[in-house]
Every structure is written in C-alpha cells, then in structure tokens.
C-alpha cells in the first residue's frame, strides 16, 4: 500500500478508537476525521461529495432527512401517545410482553419500510409508554434498533444494503422475500427469546402503574385529528411508495422528499416546526463517516483487503459462501453495512463468476452478514445510529458500549444460524 492508503487506515482507526471510548462526540469524530482524509488527500471533493462509489450517500441522507419531517409532524398529532397507551394496556403492563409486542410491530414494519424510518416511529412511543410504567428505556431502544435491523433484511426495501445489492444482481422484490424472509421469522424468533435473558433486569413489574395504565383511554391522547388523518395519509403513500420501488423506479430518499413537502403543504405545521424535528447531529455524522469510509475506497484500501480473501477461496463455493459472511458481519459492524456493502458488490459480481453453483448464495451471504453484522456495534447500522441520536436528544445516554455488548451477541447467535440454511439450501 502507498503511505496515503497508511495514514488512511490510521486516521480510520484512530477515530474509530475515538468513537468507541467515547472520549470525542461521534459527531466531532466523524467531522474531524472526515476533514483529515480530505487534508491529506486520500479522497478530493468530487469523490467525496459526487461519487457513487466512494462518496456520501445523499440517498441515505435525504431519505433520513425526508422521514424525520414526516414522522416529526405526525408526532404533533398525539398518535404516538395513543400507540404507547395502546401498546401498555395490550402488555397488561408487563415488561417482557411489552417488549416482544414493540419488537414484532419494529421487525414487522421494517420488512415493509426501511429500518430506519421504523425506528423513527417507533421510538417515540418507547419513550412514552417506559415513562409510564417507570421501565428504564434504553434496553428496550437497543432491542428495537436490533429488530428492526434483523426485519428489514427481509424485503428489499427493508435495510438500505438490500438495495444496493438489488440493483448490483439484478434482484427482485419477489427474490428477497423468497430467499430471505422465511430465515427472518426464524431469527426474530430466536431473537426474542435472546431479549428475554439479555434484558431480564429491566423487567420490572410494577402492579400499581400498570393497574394506572390500564385505567387510561388512549384516544384520548389524539390532539389534531385533522392533522392525524393528514399525516397518516401521506405516510400511506410513501410506504406504498416504497413498497412499489421495483415498479414505479422512485429512489426511497426522492419519494421521502416528496411525502415530506406534501405533508408541510397540506399541514398547519411551520417550515420551522418541522426542520426543528430533523436529528440533524445524526445526518453530520453519516456524512462524515461516508467521507471517511470513501478514502479507504479511493486509497484502494478496502479492495485490497476483500480482493485478497476472494482469491483465497476461489473456485470454493461453501468456503467463498461462509467466509463473505462472517467478513461481511464482522467488516459491517465497522464501517456501517451500506458504504460496506456499496464497495463489496461490484467484488461480490465478479467472484460470482468464477464460483460454479448457485452464484445467488453469495449476494444471499453478503446480505445477510451485512444486514445483521450491522447489530455488532452502535455504528453498524443506520438504525442503530439514528436510536442512539434519538436517545441523546430525548435525555437517555446509550454508550458505545452499551449497545455493542448485546449487540456481538446477537449477531454471533443469528449469523451462526444462516450457516445451517445457506449450506443447506444453497450448497448441498
């Protein structure tokens, strides 16, 4: 490697330490080390801020920006009140029964959605109803966060990764759920039952706020009904939207755009209400990361790297198959799975030809270690990044590794069980 492609992997190592003690905000991290990258020129502006290869996903970006709008509005209506009364009294107050409820509605939803507009929504409500019964929120924001990670690798519009992949194999919405979604309810499955002993000490069951709890009328929250009707009408059809990805040919960011300007127009709600909603700590920092990530694509760091472990397995479907996906969770845990996955594909095409077989099995495996490697860490994934802003804003610190000590067991436990189904349906 050229000493540029050094200091880059230093400078990546460096700010990663930084955001992993906690010692520097994550925010000042990524900016400084993104400014660093730039300083010493291992990425230029226009890769940087133009390249579809190693520059910042704006399509990653606007789609955040675009369902923070939305979800900010709809919050002004009252609605996630009602959810978080609904969700308590259907719990009958008990923690653990409320946890798996809110873990089907996050795994549920971001097969349908993406990951992260899942937990945009369902977050506020976590925060409601742990307040109401006195229940410490930050396991039950890490669960959900996890959830929705493992969900969303069910559909291709689920987990961004997903469609990148997509678009790199020439994958169908029909492929993913085929391929992917039966593993998925098993995983969410097992997953729950992870939560119940990963997350014992937060159960806590107090009789009296639950009897409190169940004494409310949850429709009594709803503050705009006009608004709510609004609200929930766009949100309809963007999801729609989303939905119908591989037949109208609309980018998730464009289509959150346009719902999020719909709904400012049709709404009471101020221009400056709604930006006020906008994590945008959040945005900054995935724009720094992609910057830096983007060097070690420019430096040629992280095609060396991966290039080196296809060659060593070339020619070995079940070797190529199991070794993309553990490197896929551990790699993805890193350097977030969708600037990861973006720089694996156009490697994971060409292996693809040189492995006789189902060539299908290595996007499945990249899929997979991507989508749930990004539960390793508090900067694996964009939903995990986007919880822990939404957790910091509201008042709740979740540490680095906070998150990331339940998260290696997750993530061990649900790739370990992809071996058994890709070796069984793909490579018997």
Not at 41 to 64: C, I, K, P, R
Request: hydrophobic residues 55%; aromatic residues 8%; contains cysteine.
């Amino acid at each position: 490697m050229t000493v540029t492609a050094w200091v880059t992997v230093i400078v990546f190592v460096a700010t990663y330490v930084l955001i992993a003690s906690e010692k520097v905000h994550r925010v000042k991290a990524a900016l400084g080390g993104a400014a660093i990258m730039l300083l010493v020129h291992a990425t230029a502006a226009g890769s940087a801020f133009f390249s579809q290869e190693s520059g910042v996903d704006w399509n990653v970006v606007f789609l955040l920006l675009g369902m923070m709008i939305i979800v900010g509005v709809l919050r002004q209506t009252g609605v996630f009140e009602y959810l978080a009364v609904w969700a308590a009294k259907r719990a009958r107050g008990r923690p653990f029964r409320l946890m798996v409820l809110l873990l089907v509605i996050t795994a549920s939803a971001s097969a349908l959605l993406d990951n992260v507009t899942t937990v945009l929504l369902i977050a506020p409500v976590t925060f409601l109803v742990c307040e109401r019964l006195a229940l410490p929120v930050a396991p039950f924001l890490i669960a959900e966060a996890m959830a929705s990670n493992i969900g969303g690798t069910a559909t291709l519009v689920g987990d961004p990764p997903n469609i990148i992949i997509a678009s790199r194999a020439g994958l169908t919405f029909n492929d993913f759920l085929v391929h992917l979604t039966p593993l998925v309810i098993v995983l969410t499955a097992v997953f729950i039952g992870l939560c119940r002993l990963l997350f014992r000490k937060a159960f806590r069951y107090d009789p009296e706020r639950a009897a409190e709890i169940m004494q409310l009328d949850e429709r009594a929250a709803i503050q705009d009904k006009v608004m709510l009707v609004q609200s929930l009408s766009v949100l309809g059809v963007v999801i729609a939207a989303f939905v119908l990805h591989p037949v109208l040919h609309y980018e998730p960011s464009v289509v959150a755009l346009l719902g999020a300007g719909l709904l400012v127009l049709v709404t009471k709600i101020t221009t400056d209400d709604a930006l006020r909603e906008v994590e945008w700590p959040t945005l900054v920092f995935f724009a720094g990361l992609f910057v830096m990530v983007g060097a070690l694509v420019e430096t040629g760091v992280i095609t060396q790297v991966s290039r080196a472990a296809a060659e060593a397995t070339a020619g070995r479907p079940g070797v190529t198959t199991m070794v993309l996906l553990w490197a896929s969770a551990g790699l993805s845990a890193i350097v977030d799975n969708i600037p990861y996955v973006a720089t694996m594909s156009p490697i994971v095409a060409d292996l693809a030809q040189h492995v006789p077989g189902d060539h299908n099995v290595l996007w499945w495996a990249l899929a997979l270690g991507a989508d749930l490697g990004g539960n390793a860490t508090a900067v694996g994934a964009s939903a995990n990044v986007v919880i822990l802003g939404i957790a910091e804003r509201n008042g709740t610190r979740i540490s680095f590794w906070q998150f990331t000590k339940y998260g290696l067991v997750v993530t061990v436990v649900t790739v370990a069980l992809c071996v058994p189904y890709l070796w069984l349906r793909y490579l018997m």
